[in-house]
């Protein structure tokens, strides 16, 4: 049995792989995948990859691609989820912001610097034509730590993803201003390269494990209720969100890759853009 640790946000996204951890279906293969959920996002996992803490990140898109070219020793194996990430851009319920004007040079509450609240900040400030030098930030680590910094007024705004915080909008911490989708496919999964090299057929078998079950995952009977119920979701949103939301069984194209690249490079998020070769695997 090969031990293969892998880490990812504790969102409705990642249930195909609790499903499949629990059916045994990678113990039947010979690997014992150990799941790590990292609440802090994509930060923390793109550290956890350098350190060697997990072998696999489900993590997003343009937060990995910033890291590997600040060489991470990862790669990119996959698409996972290919449909954008709908960021909701929240203030504290009281707050006197209520549209996106009122947030220009205002201080934006982030889980970490290189995280994708970080990243998607720059973005929404230039689909906005805003001065992208003026951003603010506060690190609050969690979801938690952005109600707190919020309700405080140690920060502004927040951007987080819309279904997951819309139970803080329903019970009136947060309001949501507006959303902010992402530009391209919003979670990939990522290796550190010494795993690559030393166990390539058991990075091929959990794909091919994990890609049966999001083919098949919005045709699973009452999936539905079983996210609203784990995720503390209404029905109608997570029904919402089923219809928004679509895996991929495939590589992230050259084309995205320097897509993302070239946004990022344009903020000045990144100091330069790398082959293909160096990304994805």
Known sequence: MKTIKIAGVPEHFNLPWHLCIENGEFEEAGIDLQWTDVPEGTGKMCQMLRNGETDIAVILTEGIIKDIIAENPSKIVQVYVKSPLIWGIHVAKNSTFNSINDLENKK???????????????????????????????????????????????????????FMTKPLVDSGVFRKITDCPTPWPCFVIAVRNEVLENHPQIIEQILEIINVTTEEFKQIPSIDRTLASKYNQKLEDIQEWLSLTQWSQKQLDKKTIEKVQNQLHTLNIIEKTVPYEMIAK
């Open 108 to 162: 934006a509450a982030i889980s970490r610097f290189g995280s994708g609240s970080h990243l998607m900040s720059y973005v929404n400030a230039q689909n906005n034509n805003w001065d992208t030098s003026n951003l603010q930030f506060e690190i609050v680590n969690t979801i938690d730590g952005a109600v707190e910094a919020l309700t405080s007024e140690k920060a502004d705004y927040f951007m987080w993803e819309r």
